[in-house]
């Protein structure tokens, strides 16, 4: 797999968990769902994760 590609799934990676923590914790202002809270704040670790991939993936890791 090539750099770019690589690079560009890592940004989709990043756009998908922003999105999906948005809407978990729009959900949870709506409902006052403590379970859609802890899974929007769940959800952090996969945009950490993702943050991790890309950095890992400009440097060349």
Do not use: H, P, Q
Not at 7 to 13: G, Q, V
């Amino acid at each position: 797999m090539s750099v770019r590609t690589a690079r560009s799934y890592a940004f989709l990676s990043i756009g998908a968990a922003v999105v999906t923590i948005a809407l978990k914790f729009g959900a949870y202002l709506l409902t006052g769902s403590v379970g859609l809270l802890s899974d929007a704040i769940e959800s952090c670790v996969n945009l950490a994760a993702a943050l991790i991939a890309l950095w890992a993936v400009i440097n060349k890791v």
